[in-house]
């Protein structure tokens, strides 16, 4: 968070150097840093749910058993959920790519259901929160290493307005 | 394994100078045999318009045949005759003189679209005519089926089972990296060629499979973002969604052999069922109720038994049932794990993918388990597909990391002959259809 400052700093800096109106550009730039900066210190934000809450938790290779760190994200999940109670939420599960098709959707569909029935244990209405699965269909690390891997084997919670859905 | 793969009858090893004893026959054995040669005359123009169709129907008809590695062309510069005329007698001491054991002539007319081919097959080692001449009639533009119908007929009389050319498959095609892969269903005839697209990519499409007789396909969209069954017309390309009781987080679809039911998963919270599902009325039946996972089912040729794969045991194994559901037997008991198993056309094997010690494998097995075979091995081998006659598997190969890409490859059931299919872009989940009529 620190460095952002810094960016629209130096992005002043530059705009400044290069543009006879500097104010409107400068004003623009801190706009737009203004409104970032709002979602992510905005608790009631989905960007702060996803970066500062934490929208995922990870799986051990061919498991869906929730780990203590994924558990503490999703209590943090939970606090958010009931908070916000405008909110649903898709929890989609997700393979790394060491398996066949069919087997990881049904693995993914394993891991985001451990997600979906963990927060129902913990308060949220079960009518808030859908599960679904991508097995390996959506990969976030592209390389064919267990680095990779381990941040594919997740359960992403993504959250939407009610309102909207 | 014997009654299926090909053996030559030792005469043909025997070089040119003996006579056979009987007539031209390829049997299929297990053995490593040498390819059996032919050759192919250009076929006979009737008239000037067939000039350029009669030398590509030629070629194809020898590429089909050579393709398999079951054949081996012997060159036109080798020729001693001819035969330019599709009617002349044939001079087989010629052809016996360069070892040719079978020779194929044909006779192309054109008019307007109309395109006309005339074949006969020869044995040239007992001086006769294989079966009677056969005449097949198209259109200009599918001039590469009428090739394929030669060569599936010439291929059936020398083999005495069934071709695979004039048929096609049904696969996802790909482009894109692998962190934002675009799918789309596509066609393609069983060499690559005439590849068109049947859905565009703004949905995650996978695994289509055709109907037994090749007029519909089954797929999987998660067009929803949660994924469902859809069925496609392949003349309309029309699409519509499969209606089976809680039809969300249905997968892995499969006709059943008449055409009217569907075999698949679903999903109900972290546990994955085998169901069937009648296509018209939407009604369902529950056929596995175990908590693990159950998928990728299978019907039998005589649709009297499922093979599907099942993780109850710990990993994934590979089990069959009755088509109506109950107990299961476990048939696989290798080590690794063993997925995606389709019952071949013939009914005596399984092919499935094999996932062992950080490799993966297309492999075939009886159907109680036994004479496991290995057919391929790389990073990423899945999700066989035997051709018509059971005699080839078609599976998707990717490769190993950032810059992995999936492509189809072809294997012959004996694990010979591997080879690429010939495709613009990258390509997963192919499903072969039947023999075109």
Same mark, same amino acid.
């Given at each position: 968070?620190?460095?952002?400052?810094?960016?629209?700093?130096?992005?002043?800096?530059?705009?400044?150097?290069?543009?006879?109106?500097?104010?409107?550009f #400068? #004003?623009?730039?801190?706009?737009?840093?203004d409104?970032?900066?709002?979602?992510?210190?905005?608790?009631?934000?989905?960007?702060?749910?996803?970066?500062?809450?934490?929208?995922?938790?990870?799986?051990?290779?061919?498991t869906?058993?929730?780990?203590?760190?994924?558990?503490?994200?999703?209590?943090?999940?939970?606090g958010?959920?009931q908070?916000? #109670?405008?909110?649903?939420?898709?929890?989609?599960?997700?393979?790394?790519?060491?398996?066949?098709?069919?087997?990881?959707?049904?693995?993914?569909?394993?891991?985001?259901?451990?997600?979906?029935?963990?927060?129902?244990?913990?308060?949220?209405?079960?009518?808030?929160?859908?599960?679904t699965?991508?097995?390996?269909?959506?990969?976030?690390?592209?390389?064919?290493?267990?680095?990779?891997?381990?941040?594919n084997?997740? #359960?992403?919670?993504?959250?939407?307005?009610?309102?909207?859905? | +394994?014997?009654?299926f793969?090909?053996?030559l009858?030792?005469?043909?090893?025997?070089?040119?100078?003996?006579?056979?004893?009987?007539?031209?026959?390829?049997?299929?054995?297990?053995?490593?045999?040498?390819?059996?040669?032919?050759?192919?005359?250009?076929?006979?123009?009737?008239?000037?318009?067939?000039?350029?169709?009669?030398?590509?129907?030629?070629?194809?008809?020898?590429l089909?045949?050579?393709?398999?590695g079951?054949?081996?062309?012997?060159?036109?510069s080798?020729?001693?005759?001819?035969?330019?005329s599709?009617?002349?007698?044939?001079?087989?001491?010629?052809?016996?003189a360069?070892?040719?054991?079978?020779?194929?002539?044909?006779?192309?007319?054109?008019?307007?679209?109309?395109?006309?081919?005339?074949?006969? $097959?020869?044995?040239?080692?007992?001086?006769?005519?294989?079966?009677?001449? $056969?005449?097949?009639?198209?259109?200009?533009?599918?001039?590469r089926?009428?090739?394929?119908?030669?060569?599936?007929?010439?291929?059936?009389?020398?083999t005495?089972?069934? /071709?695979?050319?004039?048929?096609?498959?049904?696969?996802?095609?790909?482009? /894109?990296?692998?962190d934002?892969?675009?799918?789309? $269903?596509?066609?393609?005839?069983?060499?690559?060629?005439?590849?068109?697209?049947?859905?565009?990519?703004?949905?995650?499409?996978?695994?289509?499979?055709?109907?037994?007789?090749?007029?519909?396909?089954?797929?999987?969209?998660?067009?929803?973002?949660?994924?469902?069954?859809?069925?496609?017309?392949?003349?309309?390309?029309?699409?519509?969604?499969?209606?089976?009781?809680?039809?969300?987080?249905?997968?892995?679809?499969?006709?059943?052999?008449?055409?009217?039911?569907?075999?698949?998963?679903?999903?109900?919270?972290?546990?994955?069922?085998?169901?069937?599902?009648?296509?018209?009325?939407?009604?369902?039946?529950?056929?596995?109720?175990?908590?693990?996972?159950?998928?990728?089912?299978?019907?039998?040729?005589?649709?009297?038994?499922?093979?599907f794969?099942?993780?109850?045991?710990?990993?994934?194994?590979?089990?069959? +049932?009755?088509a109506?559901g109950?107990?299961?037997?476990?048939?696989?008991?290798?080590?690794?794990?063993?997925?995606?198993?389709?019952?071949?056309?013939?009914?005596?094997?399984?092919?499935?993918?094999?996932?062992?010690?950080?490799?993966?494998?297309?492999?075939?097995m009886?159907?109680?388990?036994?004479?496991?075979?290995?057919?391929?091995?790389?990073?990423?081998?899945?999700?066989?597909?035997?051709?018509?006659? /059971?005699?080839?598997?078609?599976?998707?190969?990717?490769?190993?990391?950032?810059?992995?890409?999936?492509?189809?490859?072809?294997?012959d059931?004996?694990g010979?002959?591997?080879?690429?299919?010939? $495709?613009?872009?990258?390509?997963?989940?192919?499903?072969?259809?039947?023999?075109?009529?």
């Open positions: 968070m620190t460095i952002l400052p810094k960016i629209a700093l130096m992005g002043l800096i530059v705009i400044t150097a290069g543009c006879t109106n500097p104010d409107r #400068a #004003a623009g730039a801190n706009d737009a840093n409104a970032a900066q709002a979602g992510v210190n905005d608790p009631t934000s989905p960007l702060f749910f996803n970066q500062t809450i934490g929208d995922r938790v990870l799986f051990a290779v061919d869906s058993t929730l780990t203590d760190e994924g558990k503490a994200i999703l209590d943090g999940q939970v958010w959920l908070s916000n #109670a405008d909110y649903l939420a898709i929890i989609e599960g997700h393979a790394d790519e060491q398996g066949t098709r069919e087997y990881n959707i049904s693995l993914g569909f394993r891991r985001s259901n451990a997600v979906r029935e963990y927060l129902v244990s913990k308060g949220v209405p079960a009518t808030r929160l859908r599960a699965s991508y097995g390996k269909e959506r990969p976030i690390q592209v390389c064919s290493q267990e680095s990779c891997y381990a941040s084997r997740r #359960a992403v919670t993504v959250i939407s307005l009610a309102s909207l859905s | +394994m014997k009654r793969l090909i053996a009858v030792a005469l043909m090893l025997a070089g040119p100078v003996l006579a056979q004893s009987g007539p031209l026959r390829l049997t299929i054995t297990d053995g490593v045999i040498e390819p059996l040669p032919f050759a192919v005359p250009s076929f006979e123009p009737e008239n000037a318009e067939a000039a350029q169709v009669a030398a590509d129907i030629t070629r194809l008809v020898a089909d045949l050579s393709g398999t079951l054949f081996r062309e012997t060159p036109a080798a020729f001693i005759s001819a035969h330019s599709f009617a002349q007698t044939v001079a087989y001491p010629d052809w016996r360069i070892n040719a054991q079978a020779m194929i002539s044909g006779a192309v007319t054109v008019s307007g679209n109309q395109l006309i081919v005339k074949f006969r $097959l020869y044995d040239v080692f007992s001086g006769t005519e294989m079966g009677g001449g $056969l005449q097949f009639a198209g259109t200009v533009d599918g001039w089926r009428m090739a394929h119908k030669v060569a599936d007929a010439a291929y059936s009389r020398i005495g089972e069934g /071709g695979y050319f004039d048929s096609r498959i049904v696969f996802v095609s790909e482009s /894109g990296p692998k934002n892969r675009q799918k789309r $269903l596509a066609i393609m005839d069983f060499d690559g060629a005439n590849m068109q697209f049947l859905t565009d990519s703004s949905a995650l499409v996978l695994a289509p499979r055709f109907s037994p007789t090749g007029d519909r396909v089954l797929y999987t969209s998660f067009a929803s973002g949660f994924p469902r069954i859809n069925v496609l017309d392949v003349t309309s390309v029309g699409t519509r969604q499969l209606q089976t009781a809680d039809g969300e987080m249905a997968f892995s679809p499969r006709f059943s052999r008449d055409g009217t039911q569907v075999i698949y998963s679903l999903a109900n919270g972290g546990n994955t069922d085998i169901y069937r599902g009648d296509i018209a009325s939407g009604a369902s039946t529950r056929l596995t109720s175990a908590p693990s996972i159950e998928t990728a089912p299978s019907l039998s040729p005589d649709g009297s038994q499922i093979v794969e099942s993780d109850r045991s710990g990993t994934q194994q590979m089990y069959i +049932m009755s109506s109950g107990d299961a037997r476990r048939i696989s008991f290798g080590e690794g794990r063993y997925a995606t198993p389709v019952w071949s056309p013939r009914g005596d094997l399984i092919a499935f993918t094999k996932q062992n010690a950080g490799r993966f494998h297309i492999g075939v009886r159907t109680d388990g036994s004479e496991e075979r290995l057919l391929t091995a790389s990073f990423l081998d899945e999700g066989p597909t035997w051709s018509p006659n /059971g005699r080839v598997i078609m599976f998707m190969r990717e490769t190993q990391g950032a810059g992995g890409t999936s492509s189809l490859y072809s294997v059931v004996s010979r002959n591997l080879k690429p299919v010939p $495709l613009p872009n990258g390509a997963s989940d192919p499903s072969w259809g039947p023999l075109q009529p």
